[in-house]
């Protein structure tokens, strides 16, 4: 009767319908998949890390006007192209020297470094002659944009730009990463202009546009994301004007 009697407690227990079943079942369902999700992440977390660096790469190598390679080209020319990735500090002091292919210093960073005063600069050698790639970070009509603008020896001409955003509308402000033509106007503009204090290349509506040797036309159709990338050029590069003031 003792072993009956625990029998029954246990189908009592153990009941499908009641409600502290349900949540027991669903608990560990819960648990299974987020331990499985956790080890597919993890599994795949350095392919996809290796991704975003090689993203990364084409970026930086598309402001310096070398476009549609390859992921093998574009590996390779990286590592030729980039003699050091640095880190300045708030005062543009080299805080930290990067080296041939850099991928450990300043490629490191993010736009939580870069708000926090540490820098990226990329020393770049193409064709025989140095250029330098400016990162910069700001915010466009629905989230966050950036780009990478190269610039050559002289410190204040444009080499080449290069812009990139997570949510902007398609076939408006979406146009700042996806229409080339847009990108090569800031070719050859200059950043700073004398009688103009702090950043001086900026993005204006065609009508608006005075002096075409720092102000490019904005995005037909997408004025507060072209206003955004204005303001993005006049901060992010306000941060290395020590550096682009150094001759």
Same mark, same amino acid.
């Given at each position: 009767?003792?072993?009956?009697?625990?029998?029954?407690?246990?189908?009592?227990?153990?009941?499908?319908?009641?409600?502290?079943?349900?949540?027991?079942?669903?608990? !560990? $369902?819960?648990?299974?998949?987020?331990? *499985?999700?956790?080890?597919? &992440?993890? +599994?795949?977390?350095?392919?996809? =890390?290796? /991704?975003?660096?090689?993203?990364?790469?084409?970026?930086?190598?598309?402001?310096?006007?070398?476009?549609?390679?390859?992921?093998?080209?574009?590996?390779?020319?990286?590592?030729?192209?980039?003699?050091?990735?640095?880190?300045?500090?708030?005062?543009?002091?080299?805080?930290?020297?990067?080296?041939?292919?850099?991928?450990?210093?300043?490629?490191?960073?993010?736009?939580?470094?870069?708000?926090?005063?540490?820098?990226?600069?990329?020393?770049?050698?193409?064709?025989?002659?140095?250029?330098? !790639? $400016?990162?910069?970070?700001?915010?466009? *009509?629905?989230?966050?944009? &950036?780009? +990478?603008?190269?610039?050559?020896? =002289?410190? /204040?001409?444009?080499?080449?730009?290069?812009?990139?955003?997570?949510?902007?509308?398609?076939?408006?402000?979406?146009?700042?990463?996806?229409?080339?033509?847009?990108?090569?106007?800031?070719?050859?503009?200059?950043?700073?202009?004398?009688?103009?204090?702090?950043?001086?290349?900026?993005?204006?509506?065609?009508?608006?546009?005075?002096?075409?040797?720092?102000?490019?036309?904005?995005?037909?159709?997408?004025?507060?994301?072209?206003?955004?990338?204005?303001?993005?050029?006049?901060?992010?590069?306000?941060?290395?004007?020590?550096?682009?003031?150094?001759?």
């Amino acid at each position: 009767m003792k072993g009956n009697r625990t029998m029954a407690e246990t189908k009592k227990t153990l009941n499908k319908n009641s409600n502290v079943y349900t949540i027991i079942y669903s608990a !560990v $369902i819960v648990i299974i998949v987020a331990f *499985l999700l956790a080890f597919v &992440s993890s +599994y795949l977390k350095p392919a996809q =890390d290796e /991704n975003v660096a090689l993203d990364k790469k084409k970026q930086i190598l598309a402001a310096l006007n070398l476009r549609d390679l390859t992921n093998e080209d574009a590996t390779k020319l990286y590592k030729e192209v980039i003699v050091s990735d640095d880190i300045l500090d708030e005062s543009n002091t080299v805080a930290e020297k990067g080296a041939q292919g850099g991928e450990n210093c300043g490629f490191k960073l993010n736009s939580a470094d870069y708000k926090a005063g540490k820098l990226a600069l990329y020393v770049c050698n193409v064709e025989g002659k140095t250029k330098y !790639v $400016i990162p910069v970070y700001g915010m466009g *009509l629905w989230g966050p944009i &950036s780009g +990478y603008i190269a610039i050559d020896d =002289d410190k /204040n001409t444009v080499y080449g730009a290069y812009f990139n955003h997570e949510s902007e509308t398609a076939g408006l402000g979406s146009e700042i990463k996806d229409n080339k033509s847009w990108q090569d106007q800031f070719v050859g503009k200059h950043i700073t202009k004398q009688g103009v204090e702090g950043i001086a290349l900026a993005v204006k509506k065609k009508s608006e546009v005075k002096d075409p040797t720092v102000e490019c036309d904005a995005v037909t159709g997408a004025t507060l994301t072209s206003d955004g990338v204005s303001l993005m050029l006049k901060e992010g590069l306000g941060k290395y004007i020590k550096f682009l003031n150094e001759k």
